[in-house]
């Protein structure tokens, strides 16, 4: 059983487009971070989050600890944006780096 | 802005030789972390290091592997009778605190075993 699950496994969109992807987890999490992984395989932290909301730009990160659930948002999506959007959590009592991680959402925005 | 960064990007070996694949953190972290990604499956935790020992490693993390901090400056990962199955992507990330700080990876160093 997976611990993190990430839907949609794919998405494709048109520049302009809102997305959404999420994230539910079955651990009791004391963070939980979204990643972005280019291409090339080079991996950048968009946010860590354990409560709320956070916005950068044109993402947004929201996370319901009760539920169990996190959504990463993109507004006016662009063909930049195309990439493989990792989730990643913390399990309640381990080390911020002992992550758990999902398999991943491989979005491609079309322009 | 400052990044981690990996050496080799990719290494190429026979199996059954040792590798050692390379990390500079970035330099006021005292957190690291490698991480390693078979390809077309997710990422998965190998070892985190904190103040020149082991904190936490994961069932991956046999006896084979060991990583080390030289130096100042250098965080290293070896795998000493490497195996086909190592075959991966090996992430490399580091943190300035434990908590609540989010991790700066690297760029990979794409790991395949002959």
């Known amino acids: 059983k997976n611990e993190v699950e990430q839907s949609p496994q794919n998405l494709t969109a048109q520049e302009g487009e809102f997305i959404t992807i999420n994230c539910s987890y079955s651990v009791g999490i004391s963070a939980l971070h979204w990643l972005q992984q280019h291409p090339g395989g080079g991996i950048v932290s968009l946010f860590m989050?354990?409560?709320g909301k956070k916005k950068h730009g044109r993402l947004i990160a929201t996370i319901n600890i009760q539920e169990k659930h996190s959504s990463l948002h993109i507004t006016a999506s662009h063909p930049r944006d195309s990439a493989v959007y990792i989730c990643a959590v913390v399990p309640y009592g381990g080390s911020q780096g002992n992550l758990i991680f999902g398999k991943g959402t491989k979005l491609s925005v079309k322009p | 802005e400052p990044e981690v960064t990996q050496t080799p990007s990719h290494q190429v070996t026979q199996m059954g030789q040792e590798v050692i694949l390379r990390c500079v953190p970035i330099?006021?972290?005292?957190?690291f972390y490698w991480y390693r990604q078979i390809l077309g499956q997710k990422v998965e935790f190998l070892v985190s290091?904190?103040?020149?020992?082991?904190?936490?490693k994961s069932e991956i993390f046999d006896d084979q592997f060991s990583v080390e901090r030289p130096d100042g400056s250098n965080f290293t990962l070896k795998i000493r009778s490497t195996k086909l199955e190592d075959s991966a992507m090996y992430f490399c990330?580091?943190?300035?605190?434990?908590?609540?700080?989010?991790?700066?990876f690297g760029d990979g160093t794409r790991l395949s075993i002959l």
């Open positions: 989050l354990s409560s």
């Open positions: 330099s006021n972290h005292l957190y």
């Open positions: 990330a580091s943190s300035p605190y434990r908590d609540g700080q989010p991790q700066h």
């Open positions: 290091f904190y103040n020149n020992e082991i904190s936490e």
